[in-house]
């Protein structure tokens, strides 16, 4: 009796229950799961356009680098052409300087040994001259005859034919206020001008007239005398025969040479 109760209210709180129970729940999750849905859309869209955009970004810079490349190999190959082409004239110019030095190795022995056969030459020439020093200079004075007859007076034997005997008299250089120019001596006979060479170094007409005789030599003699004269001198203090000939010192017979450190 009590079970067919219990069962009898089952059924009427069953037919007492709303027909209609209320879904908003359900509906706030099925709407929760759309919005979460397009979220993942919208976030995975984005995420292949910033993949897409990359790769491309990447690609174009790839091309860029890719560009660069081909520049540099390029200029490289040039400079290597360039450096290749350098190294060849470099060479080439190395010949040459070479060649060169040995034509100018050739042209400085044959320059030296012209240099030699002029200085020679000059030296030659000049022993038919002698330099006189100490002759007082004159306006618009005979200076060749005025020679003659002091060299006639020298040597007395030869008087008549000193004109003959002397070629050419002329002071050096151009005139200078204050100073007396030295006299060329040219003769025309060299065992004439050797003669009165040696009459003169003790001639009292030299001490009369304050003039004295001297060699015509070149600069390089007088360089070289210069520079062996204290050796000379020294040995002509001592006793000692000593003197020149020439650009060369000798004492005692014995030539002497400059002392180089």
Partial sequence: METADSSSNKRDRLLTTPDNTPEKPLMEKKAKGTASDNDSNTSTDTILKAIE??????????????????????????????????????QECKKKI????????????????????VLSQE???????????????????????DIVKILGRIMPEMLQKMD????????????????HRHIIILFAKRHIRDDIW????????????????????????????????????????????????????FIEGKRIRVETP
Avoid at 98 to 117: C, G, P, V
Avoid at 123 to 145: C, F
Avoid at 218 to 239: C, H, M, Y
């Fill in 98 to 117: 070479k060649h060169l030095e040995k034509e100018m190795e050739s042209i400085k022995k044959d320059n030296d040994d012209i240099k030699d056969r």
């Fill in 164 to 179: 003959d005997v002397v070629d050419v008299v002329h002071r050096m250089g151009k005139p200078m206020e204050g100073k």
């Fill in 53 to 90: 955009s990359l790769g491309k970004r990447v690609d174009d810079r790839m091309d860029e680098v890719s560009k660069q490349i081909q520049q540099h190999s390029a200029m490289l190959a040039s400079i290597a052409k360039s450096v290749q082409f350098n190294s060849e004239e470099l």
């Fill in 123 to 145: 030296r030659y020439r000049r022993r038919w001259s002698l330099l006189l020093i100490g002759r007082k200079e004159k306006l618009n004075e005979n200076v060749r005859q």
């Fill in 198 to 249: 040696r009459r003169t170094k003790a001639s009292s007409v030299c001490k009369e007239e304050g003039i004295r005789f001297a060699e015509h030599l070149t600069r390089e003699d007088w360089q070289s005398r210069q520079a062996l004269w204290p050796k000379i001198d020294q040995a002509r203090k001592e006793g000692k025969t000593a003197g020149f000939r020439g650009p060369f010192g």
